[in-house]
């Protein structure tokens, strides 16, 4: 019989994995109706959580912020956004780059860490990757949709069976320097059951499920890259969140940690291999 201490510990679990989840449940409905209508409603959506995940990484990262501190990356999201919308996505690319050295270079100045310089590469590749993602054609059976609520699906469920199989099975930790609560036990249950996300996803969408399990399995490790690079930082910094918006989870930076990276590799690998999604998509 499990002692009462372990009984006490399961039931704290369990009660943070509902938090987490009904936290992801409700930015799912707030973000519904824009991924459903993709362009220009996307559009503002990206904008506006791009504003505020800059605003927690200069917060969190930079000690003598300024005005510059927010405006260059403000800014650099504003422009690149707008090129993607144009379809104009050499000169997006363009602008990050661009900006990024400019906010180096102006951290630098100030003597500030080089980790505030990074900010503009780290939110707005992910946001001009995730607007390439769902496109402007409205609608559940548009190409763009599917594709976005792939790399959601995927994302969702390895953060969920990760945290779960970690929580439960224990076992060697992963990287116990970085980020000590995560087990080798939750990265496999995050693997797996990301990868089965995949292959469903694709069989209800109409195509090959070995599609959806071999472009699920780069997006489930990046995605587990991108949530220990921001824990690492935070880990460097002594930060614990990067806000408090998100009730479970602390700032938005905390609940889109590994959707950053995941999105941009489903852009690379997608890019690089066009032919893995299918033109056209039948439901059923």
């Not at 400019?102 to 995730?130: D, M, N, T």
Request: aromatic share 14%; net charge positive; charged share 10%.
């Amino acid at each position: 019989m499990p002692s009462t201490p372990s009984i006490s510990k399961l039931k704290t679990k369990m009660s943070s994995f509902r938090l987490r989840s009904l936290s992801g449940i409700a930015l799912v409905l707030i973000c519904l109706l824009p991924i459903y209508f993709g362009g220009t409603w996307f559009l503002v959506l990206l904008y506006l959580m791009g504003v505020r995940m800059i605003y927690e990484w200069v917060r969190m990262t930079d000690e003598s912020r300024d005005l510059f501190a927010f405006a260059i990356p403000v800014a650099a999201l504003t422009v690149s956004l707008y090129f993607g919308y144009k379809d104009q996505w050499a000169l997006a690319l363009s602008v990050v780059i661009v900006a990024s050295l400019l906010a180096l270079l102006e951290k630098i100045r100030r003597g500030s860490s080089l980790w505030a310089g990074g900010g503009v590469l780290y939110i707005v590749f992910p946001c001009l990757a995730l607007y390439w993602l769902r496109g402007n054609i409205p609608g559940f059976t548009s190409v763009g949709f599917a594709k976005l609520m792939f790399v959601l699906s995927v994302v969702i469920a390895t953060d969920s069976f990760a945290y779960l199989g970690g929580s439960t099975i224990g076992g060697p930790k992963l990287a116990p320097k970085i980020s000590p609560n995560k087990t080798w036990a939750g990265f496999i249950s995050g693997l797996i059951f990301g990868a089965i996300t995949g292959g469903i996803f694709a069989y209800i969408m109409g195509f090959s499920i070995w599609f959806g399990v071999v472009l699920a399995v780069p997006i489930v490790i990046f995605s587990v890259i991108g949530d220990f690079f921001e824990s690492g930082i935070k880990r460097h910094l002594g930060v614990k969140d990067t806000g408090r918006i998100m009730p479970g989870h602390g700032g938005l930076l905390d609940r889109t940690d590994a959707l950053m990276f995941a999105s941009v590799i489903a852009v690379i690998v997608l890019v690089l291999w066009p032919n893995l999604w299918p033109l056209v998509i039948v439901v059923g």
